[in-house]
């Protein structure tokens, strides 16, 4: 058996370096396990446009068709694409390969049992490990696989356009930036539907990355859309990660829109349509979320962060919609699924039925909450990541502190999350105050403390 290093096998996905950790001997395997773990007779696999995706994809193909399962090969498609297959089709799983955000050099694979519902570190993936590391997946059943093709674009786009009121539409003045990644495939069907002036940024789709990496949360790969933004006047900017299941947002001055308050913007268009229903967002959000939640009548319900995490709860509780501060948004009516599609036509259809430009709709939530972002610190080792949260839960006794994820701590005016990554030693900070000192303030104590 081909040497596996184990650290490919992540909290959410398969990812790593292409040759030297994501392979075609290392996909062939997963596509046996995969199989094996879901007992699966009929799956997707679907691709991005990295330039190791078709012989990683072929690889996984014919590990799962030795495995005994038949395969539909749907080409080159977004992740959530990926998921409507499933779905749609009413097969066993799907994967997606594809490293979303990461750098060119990185492949690996999303996967997915029926009804698109996730494989993680704690369910699936985890097992895959051990079946691959152990060399011990089953022997295939002697019946080899059948493979055939299949296409999900236009129903695709058929679905997204049904979450808003087409003719409701204003038309914006709107910058896309695809990152040469898999947005560039399908926004065009999408955005030729509607009557927004659109200019249209790194819509080629291209592995090779030859403007930016696909990866809208670092500034840099920003860079273009704002300075567009601002020279054409436009009333909004979105920008798509690599494999186009997460979308984010540049307001109409160029500054860049935080998760937490697209969360709640979205939480207000859901709930304008869908009086009474249940929101879900994560530990680390800004009080925002809850308090735009509790204005138009909804439940909100806080959760730890993670999408096998959100999906098990959005499931449990029938919430109609669920979202992350990194830009992951959950649709219960795309199978409880994220998608990086549907916010942007949402985030539209609001502006129109308010008249508003994004800047215009955000203005009353920035001139409420301050929030600090996410700030990352790395420490000495895995260990020292525990020591420092049971020091943050001593030291912040004297608020509401509780562990749902990580350390969070309420007090009146401010209050704070820090969590520790899944797969190395750093913890990440986000906090809010109730005035920008007050931020600030309580912002510089936290992070001196976390790093002494």
Not at 48 to 68: H, K, N, T, W, Y
Not at 131 to 152: H, N, T
Not at 380 to 385: G, K
Not at 438 to 448: E, H, I, K, P
Request: proline content about 4%.
């Amino acid at each position: 058996m081909a040497s596996v290093n184990p650290g490919i096998f992540k909290a959410y996905d398969i990812r790593g370096i292409y040759p030297t950790e994501i392979n075609e001997d290392v996909a062939r395997l997963a596509g046996r396990a995969f199989v094996a773990y879901l007992g699966a007779r009929r799956i997707a696999v679907s691709r991005d446009m990295r330039l190791s995706s078709p012989s990683v994809a072929a690889a996984f193909i014919d590990g799962a068709r030795e495995q005994g399962a038949d395969v539909v090969d749907y080409g080159m498609l977004g992740t959530d694409m990926m998921y409507f297959a499933v779905c749609r089709d009413g097969l066993d799983g799907g994967a997606q390969i594809t490293a979303s955000h990461n750098p060119k050099e990185y492949n690996g694979m999303k996967l997915v049992r029926r009804e698109a519902f996730p494989l993680s570190g704690d369910a699936g993936i985890s097992d895959m490990r051990e079946m691959i590391l152990g060399d011990s997946i089953p022997a295939p059943s002697g019946r080899r696989g059948s493979l055939r093709q299949a296409d999900v674009t236009a129903d695709y786009v058929e679905r997204m356009l049904s979450f808003i009121d087409v003719s409701a539409i204003r038309p914006f003045r709107t910058v896309l930036d695809a990152g040469s990644g898999m947005a560039g495939a399908v926004a065009p069907a999408i955005f030729d539907r509607l009557p927004c002036q659109t200019t249209r940024l790194c819509f080629d789709v291209d592995g090779t990355f030859p403007n930016h990496e696909a990866n809208p949360l670092i500034e840099e790969n920003r860079r273009d859309i704002v300075e567009r933004v601002v020279a054409e006047r436009a009333d909004i900017g979105i920008a798509w990660d690599g494999d186009a299941d997460r979308c984010f947002f540049i307001d109409g001055g160029g500054e860049f829109v935080a998760g937490d308050f697209v969360t709640a913007l979205l939480a207000e268009a859901f709930l304008i349509k869908t009086p009474g229903a249940k929101i879900v967002y994560d530990v680390r959000a800004s009080y925002a979320v809850k308090d735009t939640v509790a204005a138009y009548g909804g439940t909100a319900l806080m959760n730890r962060v993670g999408h096998a995490f959100f999906k098990k709860r959005m499931r449990e509780d029938d919430a109609v919609f669920g979202g992350e501060v990194t830009g992951h948004y959950y649709f219960r009516d795309f199978y409880f699924a994220d998608n990086g599609f549907i916010p942007a036509l949402l985030i539209l259809e609001l502006m129109s039925k308010k008249g508003q430009t994004l800047a215009e709709l955000l203005a009353p939530l920035r001139e409420r909450y301050f929030i600090s972002g996410e700030i990352n610190t790395k420490v000495a080792s895995m260990a020292e990541v525990d020591r420092k949260l049971d020091g943050l839960a001593r030291r912040y006794a004297d608020g509401h502190v509780y562990r749902m994820d990580g350390v969070s701590v309420e007090y009146p005016d401010w209050h704070f999350n820090v969590r520790p990554s899944n797969t190395e030693p750093l913890l990440r900070l986000n906090l809010e105050g109730a005035t920008p000192d007050v931020m600030a303030a309580r912002r510089d104590d936290v992070v001196a403390f976390i790093r002494s």
